[in-house]
């Protein structure tokens, strides 16, 4: 079954930005002149996804009006100089539909997923943490690669990259046989392990292709590490019982949800981007 539908968990508080978070969502920072969720968007709509399904919660209305039509600020644009300002985001909203739910309890990322059945249904999906921007600069997207690697073995998929073993409780880690370049098979994932405890060194990212399945198996899952639900738990307990895979992304990931990876986002897209912007 084609992959169409790309999950958002949006929902969270970003207490790492406050105070800047607290009545503005964290996916809506700016990095130059997109918020994060642009980034994610088209990330998904450049690996031939149409339907962006969004977890929001208490605040984040800013995202609805994002994908959307601002009436008033047309009318004042048009025909002006600016107007080209607002041709890729006008673009990128002609190519996709979204679809939004809330969250109402923040019980973490796992919950935030299951929120979203209502919005995906009985099929395969991506999701994509919008905090986590990626970029690849041979144009091929962390996600692209993602969905070449599922239309192969058509299991649900994490990303992951290497991360220095002192990091590790920041991540998921898994532990796995690597079965071609860059794919691991996992046989174990541990959330936030501290470095003593960690099975690798090799971290999952916010980039998941799932199986619908999914659904049911986070339902099952109880509360873990923080009291939260964790996907990490619920993909273990799906890799004991049939197959989830690990794949090493090309590309570079920028942890946008802590003020360093932000800036350090900022200044590399800046140093690509910066004759558009003067
Ligand atoms: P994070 O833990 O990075 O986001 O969750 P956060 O909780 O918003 O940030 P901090 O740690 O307080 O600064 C990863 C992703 O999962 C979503 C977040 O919005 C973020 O995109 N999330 C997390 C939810 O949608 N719901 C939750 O209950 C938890």
């Not at 690990?246 to 590309?251: D, I, L, M, Y």
């Amino acid at each position: 079954m084609k992959i169409s539908k790309c999950l958002f968990p949006a929902a969270g508080y970003g207490t790492r930005f406050l105070p800047v978070t607290k009545a503005m969502p964290k996916e809506m920072l700016p990095i130059l002149t997109k918020p994060l969720i642009q980034y994610g968007v088209e990330e998904a709509v450049e690996a031939g996804l149409d339907t962006m399904a969004i977890i929001t919660g208490r605040g984040k209305r800013a995202i609805e009006d994002h994908f959307d039509i601002s009436y008033e600020l047309e009318h004042q644009i048009k025909g002006s100089s600016k107007e080209h300002l607002l041709d890729e985001i006008r673009s990128l909203i002609s190519k996709c539909t979204f679809t939004y739910t809330r969250q109402i309890e923040m019980k973490g990322l796992g919950d935030a997923i299951f929120k979203g059945k209502v919005l995906i249904g009985r099929e395969p999906f991506a999701v994509i943490l919008a905090d986590d921007l990626c970029i690849n600069e041979d144009g091929n997207g962390v996600l692209s690669q993602m969905i070449t690697l599922y239309q192969k073995y058509k299991c649900s998929i994490v990303a992951i990259m290497e991360v220095p073993k002192e990091e590790t409780y920041k991540y998921g880690v898994i532990e796995g046989k690597e079965i071609e370049d860059g794919v691991y098979m996992v046989s174990n994932m541990v959330e936030k392990p501290e470095p003593s405890e960690a099975p690798s060194n090799l971290a999952i990212i916010g980039r998941y292709i799932l199986t619908p399945d999914i659904f049911d198996i986070i339902n099952k899952t109880k509360p873990g590490k923080n009291g939260e639900i964790q996907i990490t738990d619920a993909l273990m307990s799906m890799a004991q019982k049939g197959m989830v895979l690990a794949c090493r992304f090309k590309g570079k990931r920028f942890d946008c949800g802590s003020v360093d990876g932000y800036v350090e986002a900022t200044n590399h897209l800046y140093a690509l981007e910066k004759d558009k912007h003067i």
